[in-house]
Antibody, heavy 117, light 107 residues
Framework: EVQLVESGGGLVQPGESLRLSCEVSGIRFRQFWMHWVRQAPGQGLVWVSGIKNDGSSTTYADSVKGRFTISRDNARSTLYLQMNSLRVEDTAVYYC??????????WGQGALVTVSS | EIVLTQSPRTLSLSPGERATLSCRASQSVDSGYLAWYQQKPGQAPKFLIYAASTRTTGIPDRFSGSGSGTDFTLTISRLEPEDFAVYYCQQYVNSALTFGGGTKVEI
């Protein structure tokens, strides 16, 4: 069974940093692109960032470019999202997703990030 | 950037009825990269359909997808109580994803 388990969410003040992790099991993690998607309270899904299977290519939404960094450790089957200079509008549940080639086949349970003073 | 517009925002139906959800793209989308997801309150999204019309493993055949170019449709032929949820379409281009705003199917 494929499992994605996020961790690292929490409450931070504007301007602070946070790192999310997503540990993947039950599948050959190193073979797949991975993505982060977020969902603000009561809102829809918004793509945040993606990373190639070998980590050699990354993509970002304009709203997080220059502040967030996606990375992965294939030896640990873990995906990361380093979030710097956090803003109130970054408050959301953050999901990691495994890209199976045509869609996000598998999703984590979500990690809540709250940015508030 | 391709924008996906879903309509209607809310669909009020009864169990046993047919649901037709629309997803319209601001420019032509590769059908091979058009997917649909279901999300229930407090849960992560669940993958339903990829390549516009192919159900993933375990998805009942009352769910069907169709369309090409800029117009795509998700149809639920006979609503079951567990189908009441929010549905999102999603497209992929240049290693980035875009989601539609969602359609809520409610009783």
């Amino acid at each position: 069974e494929v499992q994605l388990v996020e961790s690292g969410g929490g409450l931070v003040q504007p301007g602070e940093s946070l790192r999310l992790s997503c540990e993947v099991s039950g599948i050959r993690f190193r073979q797949f692109w991975m993505h982060w998607v977020r969902q603000a309270p009561g809102q829809g899904l918004v793509w945040v960032s993606g990373i190639k299977n070998d980590g050699s290519s990354t993509t970002y939404a304009d709203s997080v470019k220059g502040r967030f960094t996606i990375s992965r450790d294939n030896a640990r089957s873990t995906l990361y999202l380093q979030m710097n200079s956090l803003r109130v509008e970054d408050t959301a549940v953050y999901y990691c997703g495994l890209w199976g080639g045509g869609a996000l086949d598998h999703w984590g349970q979500g990690a809540l990030v709250t940015v508030s003073s | 950037e391709i924008v996906l517009t879903q309509s209607p925002r809310t669909l009020s139906l009864s169990p046993g009825e047919r649901a037709t959800l629309s997803c319209r793209a601001s420019q032509s989308v590769d059908s091979g990269y058009l997917a649909w997801y279901q999300q229930k309150p407090g849960q992560a999204p669940k993958f339903l359909i990829y390549a516009a019309s192919t159900r993933t493993t375990g998805i009942p055949d009352r769910f069907s997808g169709s369309g090409s170019g800029t117009d795509f449709t998700l149809t639920i032929s006979r609503l079951e109580p567990e189908d009441f949820a929010v549905y999102y379409c999603q497209q992929y281009v240049n290693s980035a994803l875009t989601f539609g705003g969602g359609t809520k199917v409610e009783i």
